[in-house]
């Protein structure tokens, strides 16, 4: 299920840590989407430990099939460094997603689907 930025969500741990040097400062060219393969890694999910901004990254349970979820990204905070993911550039590995649940979305392209992301 796609969230549009309308719909409030209630961010659960765990959450993206920050790094407390991180801050958005405009909108990115690219945001972060987390794709319905998703498996919020058990409830240990890999990706957001490498998120370098505080509560981007998020849990949000599957209410209709408990203890199960995913992770969500938060687009208003997003800053696209592409650390949650594990494609790099020249298709190198990084550690994020072990699923590769995780695009980078040009910010039109994310603004065209789900409305319109801060700066």
Known sequence: METTLTQPVEKMAPMSPGDGKSV???????IAYIMENCT???????????????TCMYWVPDRDHPPFGTIRVDPNLC???KKCTTQGPNDTF?????????VMLPSEEYEARFGTVKP
Do not use: H, N, T
């Open 24 to 30: 958005r400062k405009k909108k990115p060219k690219q």
């Open 40 to 54: 919020g890694c058990s409830g240990a999910p890999a990706c957001i430990q490498y998120c370098p901004i505080d």
């Open 79 to 81: 800053i696209g460094c």
């Open 94 to 102: 990084l550690e994020g997603c072990p699923w590769d649940a995780i």
